[in-house]
């Protein structure tokens, strides 16, 4: 019996002993101790020297007192009433879990508990159970290891054995802690590494921080991105306290901070395109913190913190979708987590703050708690601006009368160290009128209306004039960093903006209700008519001030502020004032308010700012690239299309929404036009307009027209509906052609029919100046008179198209002087020195004939299409010849470029159709008055054998040039004009 207890053998285990002599002359033992009969198990009373005689085998190895239970046999036995003495509560799970505590912590976060639902008991089975057993068991403890339990008790049992052995088992317990559920309900195998166990779950540090403990992100990893922070974005809303700058703090951060730490990730990784997965981490678990403050998680201070920083940048991993063209997306995730993050600090008190000697902790949480409600304030009142919605927050604001000194985690430490508290007062101080301003003259649309009308905003728009000249006063020379100081700078321009805004607005609303009813002129007349004298308006100081506000803030940007070290790093909102300003300087250029001069100045000022915005830019979904594509389709010039009847119906309700006697409400920004276009403000309207989503015509500031932009087919959309809805797809006024050798013949003939559809020229040249200034001259006489966005505009450039660099500078001279690149190309320029036979014909004649011809249309074909691809409209026309065709009175030379014109041609056709960019050439043969072909005395021979008996004019096939530009439809088609000649 003591052989089998020491060397227990575990094929004896799966059957009932055969019994031995001695076994079966022993006194059979009839009773058993109550800890085994609780446990309906064997109780062995044979093994302790005396048969019979307690402690039994089982209470030995338990350490428990051994107490025989009485008999049961005979008698009446009353059954105990279990319903009696059933305690609520007191299922499997609350037994099951103080064991799991004691033995596995780590596995109570996540495991189910089980059930006395549960029709069938649960079971635990240890995952590698080991080979031997160091302690015996009975036959009933063996089977019930590896069976179901019959009962709770054996269940408990099982546990109870497989915890033991864990325990003893370093290798079971450490595959029980690889096995530990994580964070989001997933097993978590960071502790291992190609097998072994590496290292461990800590319970606080940075090592226990989510990112750290998934190897998602080392811990050097995390400090890098804490000290890049610090560097470049902290200056700009110093919330961080600085003791987390210390690498030796990191620990602390991690521990104490983490809605805090996740967000100085996510923003700091933001830019990283190298590494996008970092971003794409720290995104994830700031997501899930975020979630979590909605659902009501515990936070303190400093998650509300996390919230206002990243309200200030929004990096782009926290949003599902970015869009091509900005739209405004980043203002509304913006304005959620500010008011987020206000709830949250109503809730933790911060507003208490604004009340003096109500402190409610140690001096340094105070200040802490203090500067982040004065915080949420700034924050609140600027979003609430920025997209013209009411205050989040109508409670106590920041306490009356704070100065630099209420902050002092934002005091200098060092005497060369920046001083945050004087720059964060000037920002509060500046916020402060930001708040008077959008209270008094934008409180809601029918009281704005009716100060419009009355006039009644005069005395407001000059008391907060002089205010903020104050504030300029005061703050404007403070000693700061260049960044810093260009911050306050630009808040200060766009504050003077949004003010003088207010009274131009008030100033066309005035002039449409003085507008007689008998009065024929349409909106767009009556309102350039009113605006093409403004000195002579009672508001003329607010109109040039708010253009002036708004070019002195794209001047500052493009002049004061470097795009890769500084604007990179600043907060949204100086990216979104630039181009809240470009977008307000184009609307008041569509009233006429601008001179010619004043404008192509402005419309440069806007190109530079587009550039800036590239440059500041980490990648092409970076928000400054994203919005300087929306500013080039709007500032690109634009056709201006008449509505065919049949699109009528789909105006008709902002035909109602237009009239005099109804002003627009639909939009929730006041700072609306009352001809129902977008305002200035919101982006998305200007989105929607640059994209084709609102209809042009419609409104007064609608008359700068349409342009399509990238968005032409939605997903799911028929692709047939718009072509048979949208007539303006073949209006060519407003438009900018490109029309090479055009200083006579072709080019010429060209360059005069489209400057009649009123398309502006960009007309290049060779050597012949005088010839190109006398067309010029013949182009802008024979044009009515007009200014500002009707003149026609005509410009000149000296190019050898065999040169690369020569087109490439044409190129930035188009950019400088019309603000955009072409939208129609006039590939005519070319070269042909008649050599019939090939053995005649050099190679250098060869080379030079493909370069004129071919090569540089592709270089021109490449300098255009991006820009058309963008806007998805375009028009490319080739200057072929008969020669393409094998005829003609040249060499195969010449027929060698003309021919593969024609195939680049037809091979461009199929590539740029989705782009809606149509791609022709015109093939003409014995065309009159050009450089090949003077006159029909040059060559009386082959003039005689044409079929019609002449030669062609410059301006049939200016006729065919024409035609194919305005007929979009018409793609990969080379044309034969050539009088009847094969």
């Given amino acids: 019996m003591e052989r089998d207890e020491q060397s227990p053998q575990l094929a004896d285990t799966s059957g009932p002993r055969r019994k031995s002599r001695s076994d079966s002359s022993a006194k059979r033992v009839s009773r058993a101790c109550l800890h085994c009969r609780q446990r309906k198990s064997k109780c062995d009373l044979d093994s302790s020297g005396s048969p019979g005689v307690p402690p039994c085998q089982r209470c030995i190895r338990d350490s428990r007192e051994c107490v025989l239970g009485g008999s049961n046999r005979g008698g009446r036995r009353i059954r105990k009433n279990k319903m009696k003495n059933f305690t609520p509560g007191t299922d499997l799970s609350t037994r099951i879990e103080p064991l799991m505590d004691t033995t596995s912590p780590s596995t109570t976060d996540s495991r189910p508990n089980a059930s006395a639902s549960y029709s069938n008991p649960v079971v635990f089975v240890e995952p590698n159970p080991p080979a031997a057993v160091a302690v015996s068991e009975d036959d009933e403890d063996s089977a019930s ?354 003010t003088n805004a207010f009274a131009f607005q008030a100033a066309i609303s005035q002039s449409l209700v003085s507008k007689h009813t008998n009065n024929n002129q349409s909106q767009r007349e009556h309102l350039r008519a009113t605006f093409n004298n403004v000195a002579s308006m009672q508001d003329a100081r607010f109109i040039y001030e708010s253009v002036d506000a708004a070019k002195a803030y794209l001047t500052i940007l493009v002049d004061e502020v470097h795009p890769e070290k500084h604007l990179h790093f600043m907060p949204l909102r100086f990216y979104l004032y630039g181009i809240y300003a470009a977008v307000f300087l184009y609307k008041a250029r569509s009233f006429g308010v601008m001179l010619n001069s004043e404008e192509m100045k402005v419309r440069e000022l806007v190109t530079r700012s587009t550039e800036v915005l590239k440059r500041a830019s980490a990648g092409p979904d970076d928000i400054g690239a994203r919005y300087a594509r929306l500013l080039e389709l709007l500032w690109q010039s634009k056709p201006a299309p008449a509505l065919s009847p049949t699109a009528t119906h789909r105006s008709s309700d902002l035909l109602m929404q237009n009239t005099l006697n109804r002003l627009p409400e639909q939009s929730h920004h006041v700072h609306f036009s009352p001809a129902n276009d977008f305002s200035w403000l919101d982006l998305e309207a200007v989105g929607d307009f640059v994209s084709g989503d609102q209809m042009p015509g419609t409104g007064t500031l609608a008359f700068d027209a349409f342009q399509q932009g990238p968005d032409l087919y939605q997903s799911g959309q028929d692709r047939s509906q718009p072509w048979q809805m949208s007539p303006w797809l073949n209006e060519v006024r407003g438009r900018l052609a490109l029309i090479t050798g055009a200083s006579g013949g072709i080019g010429a003939a060209c360059a005069r029919q489209l400057a009649q559809k009123g398309v502006h020229l960009a007309l290049t040249y060779s050597t012949n100046l005088d010839a190109m200034k006398a067309l010029v001259k013949e182009l802008k006489s024979s044009q009515p008179t007009a200014d500002g966005a009707d003149a026609l505009r005509i410009s000149i450039h000296q190019v050898d198209v065999a040169s690369a660099e020569q087109i490439q500078t044409m190129f930035e001279q188009i950019d400088k002087e019309h603000g955009q690149r072409p939208d129609i190309l006039v590939s005519n320029a070319g070269y042909g020195k008649r050599i019939p036979q090939v053995w005649d014909i050099s190679l250098e004649e060869f080379d030079y004939t493909i370069n004129v011809n071919l090569r540089a249309s592709f270089i021109l074909v490449k300098g255009v299409v991006d820009h058309m691809r963008e806007q998805r409209w375009g028009r490319i026309v080739f200057m072929s010849s008969i020669a393409g065709y094998g005829g003609g009175i040249n060499g195969c030379h010449y027929a060698a470029s003309k021919g593969g014109m024609t195939g680049m041609m037809k091979n461009l056709a199929t590539r740029l159709a989705e782009y809606n960019i149509s791609v022709n050439d015109v093939a003409p043969a014995m065309i009159g008055d050009t450089g090949m072909i003077p006159s029909a005395q040059a060559i009386p021979d082959v003039a005689a054998g044409i079929p019609l008996g002449r030669l062609g004019t410059p301006e049939e096939v200016a006729n065919v040039v024409s035609m194919l530009v305005t007929t979009g439809y018409m793609t990969g088609q080379s044309l034969l004009l050539a009088g009847g000649l094969k």
């Fill in 145 to 498: 290891i590896g069976s179901v339990p019959r009962n709770p008790s054996d269940a408990w049992q099982c546990l109870t054995g497989i915890a033991k052995r864990g325990a003893e088992d370093l290798s079971s317990e450490t595959h029980t802690e690889s096995a530990r559920p994580g964070p989001n309900g997933f097993p978590s195998f960071s502790a291992f590494q190609n097998g072994a166990a590496t290292d461990f779950h800590p319970t606080s540090g940075i090592r226990a921080y989510r990112l750290v403990q998934t190897r998602s992100l080392d811990t050097g990893t995390v400090w890098q991105l804490v000290a890049r922070y610090a560097e470049n974005f902290h200056p700009y809303l110093p919330l961080v306290p600085r003791k987390y700058f210390d690498r030796n703090a990191l620990d602390a951060f991690a521990t104490n901070e983490k809605h805090l730490l996740t967000a100085v990730l996510t923003i700091a990784s933001k830019d990283l395109v190298e590494r996008p997965e970092i971003h794409e981490y720290c995104s994830k678990y700031m997501h899930e913190l975020i979630s979590g403050i909605a659902a009501g998680a515990d936070c303190d201070v400093e998650a509300v913190e996390a919230l206002l920083l990243l309200a200030e940048w929004e990096p782009q991993g926290l949003r599902p979708r970015i869009e091509r063209v900005g739209r405004g997306e980043e203002d509304r995730a913006a304005w959620m987590h500010v008011g987020l993050a206000l709830r949250s600090g109503y809730f933790l008190g911060l507003d208490r703050t604004s009340f003096r000697g109500d402190a409610s902790g140690d001096t340094e949480t105070e200040a802490r708690r203090r500067l982040a409600w004065t915080c949420c304030y700034i924050s609140d009142r600027l979003i609430s601006v920025r997209i013209g919605r009411a205050f989040w927050s109508r409670g106590p604001g920041p306490m009356t009368g704070l100065v630099s000194q209420d902050f002092p985690s934002l005091q200098p430490v060092k005497s060369d160290e920046e001083d945050y508290a004087k720059i964060f007062q000037a920002t509060l101080d500046l916020t402060q009128l930001y708040n008077n301003v959008h209270d008094v003259l934008y409180s809601g649309m029918r009281t704005s209306n009716q100060m419009m009308l009355m006039g009644d905003y005069v005395k407001y728009v000059d008391d907060f004039r002089l205010a903020i000249l104050r504030w300029k006063s005061r703050w404007g020379s403070l000693p700061c960093s260049t960044p810093m100081r260009a911050t306050l700078q630009l808040s200060y321009e766009y504050l003077r903006l949004y």
